[in-house]
C-alpha cells in the first residue's frame, strides 16, 4: 500500500468521527492558536514601544533639575532648579561622549489664530533641539540660531495645533497667532510625532526660541538657571552609558559636590526605560509560550487517548487487513498517517485562529500586527511532530495484534 492509499485511509477515518476529530484536535488548535497569536503580539507590542522611544529621540538622555527641602518638605526631581545655562553649555561643548544637548522650558498657555483658540503647551529651546529629537519639519524651515540669539518672535506648530486653530491638512507657515498677547510668526510646522509613553501628545506643542520664551512668556525669570529640562544625544547607541556617567561626573565637578553628597540633578536614560518595557512584553510573551506549550501537551495526550479508542473499535478491521496481506509496517503507517494527520489539521486550524485573535488584539490596543511565516511554519510542524510522538504508541499497538484474535473481536 503505497502513501496516498494510506493517507486517503487515514482522512475517511477521521471524518467518519468529525466531532471526535474536532475535540480531539482541540489542545492542538488553542496550542498552536497561542503560540502564533503570542509571537504576532509581542512583536507588535516591542515594536509598538521601540517606535515610541524612537519618536523621542535617538541615544538620547534626559538630565532633570535636582529635588528640594523646606521645613521638613521634600520634593521630588525638578522640583528645585539647579541646573544653570552655563551647566547646558559644558555639556554641549566638553563631553566627547555628547553629540548635542538642548534644554526644553514648558509652559501651558492659550493662543490664538484669526477666529480659533487654543490651549497647548508652549516649549522654549534651541535649533539643536531638533537634531537631538530626531524631529523633523513638515512644512517650512525651524528656526535659526540667529532667532535664539536675537529673540525673534517665530514659532513652530506641532500637528495638533495646526489641526486646531487653522484646520487639518492647513498650512500655516507665514501667519501670524498670539502666544498670551504676542504676536509670533509661524515659520514651519513640525512632523508627526504621536504620543509618549504616558500619552503625552508631542503634537500638542509650540516651539519658539529659548530667549524669546524667557521674555514673552515664562512667568518669572530664575536669572542663570534653567527652569526645565536638558536633552541631550549620545554620539551613538554604545556610547549613551558612557555620556551618561560623563555627564554626572560634569555636573558634580561644576556643583561642587562632595564625595558624600548626593547628586542635586538626575540623567535618565530612556534605552533602560525602553529595555524595561521590552522586558515587560518578553515575560507576557513567555507566559504565553508555556501557556501554548502545555496546551500541545494536552493536545497530544488527547490524540494519543483518541488513536488508542480507534485501535480498539477497529480491532476486527485490522484483523481483516492482516488477513488479506496488510503488513505489520502498514497498520502501523495507517494510524501514524492518522495521528499525524490529525495533528497537522489541528495546526493549521489553530494557525488560523491564532492569526484572527491576534488581528483583533493588536487592532484593539493600536499596535502593529507582525506576522512571521517561520514562526507559524514551525508551530505547525511542531504540531505534527506532537501528533507523530502521541500516536506512535497507539500505532504500534495496532500493528502488533494477532490477526486471530483480532478477527475474533467482538
Same mark, same amino acid.
Given at each position: 500500500m503505497n502513501l496516498l492509499e494510506t493517507l486517503h485511509l487515514a482522512l475517511r477515518a477521521l471524518l467518519r468521527a468529525k466531532t471526535r476529530s474536532v475535540l480531539t484536535a482541540l489542545g492542538i488548535i488553542i496550542g498552536v492558536g497561542a503560540v502564533i497569536a503570542m509571537v504576532a503580539i509581542g512583536d507588535g507590542a516591542r515594536a509598538s514601544v521601540q517606535k515610541v522611544f524612537d519618536s523621542m529621540g535617538t541615544n538620547m538622555l534626559i538630565v532633570m533639575p535636582g529635588s528640594s527641602m523646606s521645613g521638613g518638605a521634600r520634593g521630588g526631581f525638578g522640583s528645585q532648579p539647579t541646573l544653570t545655562w552655563d551647566d547646558l553649555e559644558a555639556i554641549r561643548t566638553q563631553l566627547p561622549s555628547v553629540r548635542g544637548a538642548a534644554p526644553e522650558l514648558r509652559s501651558n498657555v492659550q493662543v490664538f489664530s484669526e477666529d480659533q483658540n487654543w490651549t497647548t503647551s508652549v516649549v522654549g529651546t534651541t535649533p539643536d533641539f531638533f537634531d537631538v529629537r530626531n524631529w523633523p519639519m513638515a512644512m517650512g524651515a525651524r528656526f535659526s540660531q540667529s532667532d535664539q540669539d536675537a529673540g525673534s518672535k517665530v514659532a513652530i506648530l506641532g500637528q495638533t495645533v495646526v489641526e486646531k486653530l487653522y484646520g487639518k491638512g492647513a498650512n500655516p507657515v507665514g501667519q501670524t497667532l498670539r502666544i498670551k498677547k504676542t504676536p509670533f510668526l509661524v515659520v514651519a510646522v513640525a512632523g508627526a510625532k504621536g504620543q509618549s509613553p504616558v500619552g503625552q501628545d508631542f503634537d500638542n506643542t509650540i516651539f519658539v526660541p529659548a530667549?524669546?520664551?524667557?521674555?514673552?512668556?515664562?512667568? %518669572?525669570?530664575?536669572?542663570?538657571?534653567?527652569?526645565?529640562?536638558?536633552?541631550? %544625544?549620545?554620539?551613538?547607541?554604545?556610547?549613551?552609558?558612557?555620556?551618561?556617567?560623563?555627564?554626572?561626573?560634569?555636573?558634580?565637578? &561644576?556643583?561642587?559636590?562632595?564625595?558624600?553628597?548626593? *547628586?542635586?540633578?538626575?540623567?535618565? *536614560?530612556?534605552?533602560?526605560?525602553?529595555?524595561?518595557? %521590552?522586558?515587560?512584553?518578553?515575560?507576557?510573551?513567555?507566559?504565553?509560550?508555556?501557556?501554548?506549550?502545555?496546551?500541545?501537551?494536552?493536545?497530544?495526550?488527547?490524540?494519543? *487517548?483518541?488513536?488508542?479508542?480507534?485501535?480498539?473499535?477497529?480491532? &476486527?478491521?485490522?484483523?481483516?487487513?492482516?488477513?488479506?496481506?496488510? &503488513?505489520?509496517?502498514?497498520?502501523?503507517? %495507517?494510524?501514524?498517517?492518522?495521528?499525524?494527520?490529525?495533528?497537522?489539521?489541528?495546526?493549521?486550524?489553530?494557525?488560523?485562529?491564532?492569526?484572527?485573535?491576534?488581528?483583533?488584539?493588536?487592532?484593539?490596543?493600536?499596535?502593529?500586527?507582525?506576522?512571521?511565516?517561520?514562526?507559524?511554519?514551525?508551530?505547525?510542524?511542531f504540531s505534527g511532530l506532537v501528533g507523530v510522538v502521541f500516536g506512535l504508541y497507539p500505532a504500534r499497538k495496532a500493528s502488533l495484534l494477532d490477526p486471530i484474535d483480532a478477527l475474533r473481536y467482538e
Open positions: 530667549s524669546t520664551y524667557r521674555r514673552q512668556v515664562q512667568a %518669572q525669570s530664575l536669572g542663570s538657571f534653567i527652569t526645565g529640562i536638558i536633552y541631550v %544625544q549620545a554620539i551613538s547607541a554604545d556610547q549613551t552609558a558612557r555620556a551618561q556617567q560623563d555627564i554626572t561626573q560634569l555636573l558634580r565637578e &561644576r556643583h561642587r559636590l562632595g564625595d558624600e553628597a548626593a *547628586n542635586d540633578f538626575d540623567v535618565r *536614560n530612556l534605552a533602560e526605560i525602553a529595555s524595561g518595557q %521590552q522586558e515587560s512584553t518578553q515575560t507576557m510573551s513567555l507566559l504565553l509560550a508555556a501557556i501554548a506549550a502545555v496546551s500541545l501537551v494536552v493536545g497530544g495526550i488527547g490524540i494519543m *487517548n483518541i488513536m488508542l479508542v480507534s485501535v480498539t473499535e477497529r480491532t &476486527r478491521e485490522i484483523g481483516v487487513r492482516v488477513a488479506v496481506g496488510a &503488513r505489520p509496517r502498514d497498520i502501523l503507517a %495507517q494510524f501514524l498517517i492518522e495521528a499525524l494527520t490529525l495533528a497537522v489539521l489541528g495546526g493549521v486550524i489553530g494557525a488560523a485562529v491564532g492569526l484572527g485573535v491576534a488581528k483583533l488584539l493588536a487592532a484593539q490596543f493600536g499596535w502593529p500586527m507582525l506576522v512571521r511565516p517561520d514562526v507559524a511554519l514551525a508551530a505547525i510542524a
